[in-house]
């Protein structure tokens, strides 16, 4: 069974820096994309960076240049640097991955959407 860890949030003050970890677990024996999303109060959940296994990445207009998403393969984990934060950075952040393949008793299984729990990250002085 696949699962998505995320750790790393907590509460820093606006200008200061946090780093993201999201772990996938289970058979899986390769991930196109690792990606996080956001959830505010009261809001939507939105795209904040995705990385593709072809190391092409992609972000939401509110974060570029602030933040960067890596990822080693090897230990099946996505990254999210987040610098230079704003209150406005507050929010539940979500990894997201797949397609993925994985093992299984019939064999590789395809995978398209995954999601981990959450972290919450506070900017507030």
């Known amino acids: 069974q696949v699962q998505l860890v995320e750790s790393g949030g907590g509460l820093v003050r606006p200008g200061g820096s946090l780093l993201l970890s999201c772990r996938a677990s289970?058979?899986?024996?390769?991930?196109?994309?690792m990606g996080w999303y956001r959830q505010a109060p009261g809001e939507q959940r939105e795209f904040v960076a995705r990385?593709?296994?072809?190391?092409?990445?992609n972000y939401a207009g509110s974060v570029k240049g602030r933040f960067t998403i890596s990822r080693d393969n090897a230990k099946k984990t996505a990254y999210l640097q987040m610098n230079s934060m704003k209150p406005e950075d507050t929010a539940v952040y979500y990894c997201n991955a797949g397609p993925l393949f994985f093992m299984t008793n019939d064999g590789i299984r395809e995978g398209t959407d995954y999601w981990g729990k959450g972290t919450l990250v506070t900017v507030s002085s």
């Open positions: 990385m593709t296994s072809d190391d092409t990445t």
């Open positions: 289970g058979s899986i024996t390769s991930i196109y994309s």
